[in-house]
């Protein structure tokens, strides 16, 4: 499985940014599939995460009712809409595959869950 990600870019504060992680491979719809983020000195961590089907979501409480985790799965893709970004949301953010499609936001929102990521897309929020 190969993920790409891209959408980030310099934005104000309380503008919005989306972020899309395409994948390949054909089971696409069976992997659930989320997005870490990592500021420059800190470790990597959990930001949303979504099940294969698409019908769960999970969230960081840290961006809950501001970002929102979806999928089309006809388009092998992940998407990450971010809005009312504030400077504290500046980071690389990758997206990664769940092969398993775990349940639950412990499970889903460890790293060690996912086996395969992205090379991360850099979000830079001006204050």
């Known amino acids: 499985v190969q993920l790409q990600a891209s959408g980030g870019g310099l934005v104000q504060a309380g503008g919005s940014l989306r972020l899309s992680c395409e994948a390949s491979?054909?089971?696409?719809?069976?992997?659930?599939m989320g997005w870490f983020r990592q500021a420059p000195g800190k470790e990597r961590e959990f930001v949303a995460a979504?099940?294969?089907?698409?019908?769960?979501?999970y969230y960081a409480a840290s961006v809950k009712g501001r970002f929102t985790i979806s999928r089309d799965n006809a388009k092998n893709t992940v998407y990450l809409q971010m809005n009312s970004l504030k400077a504290e949301d500046t980071a690389v953010y990758f997206c990664?595959?769940?092969?398993?499609?775990?349940?639950?936001?412990?499970?889903?929102?460890?790293?060690?869950?996912?086996?395969?990521w992205g090379q991360g897309t850099l979000v830079t929020v001006s204050s």
């Open positions: 990664a595959a769940d092969v398993e499609d775990s349940f639950g936001i412990a499970a889903k929102s460890r790293p060690s869950r996912y086996e395969y």
């Open positions: 979504i099940r294969g089907s698409g019908g769960i979501t």
């Open positions: 491979g054909r089971t696409f719809s069976s992997y659930g």
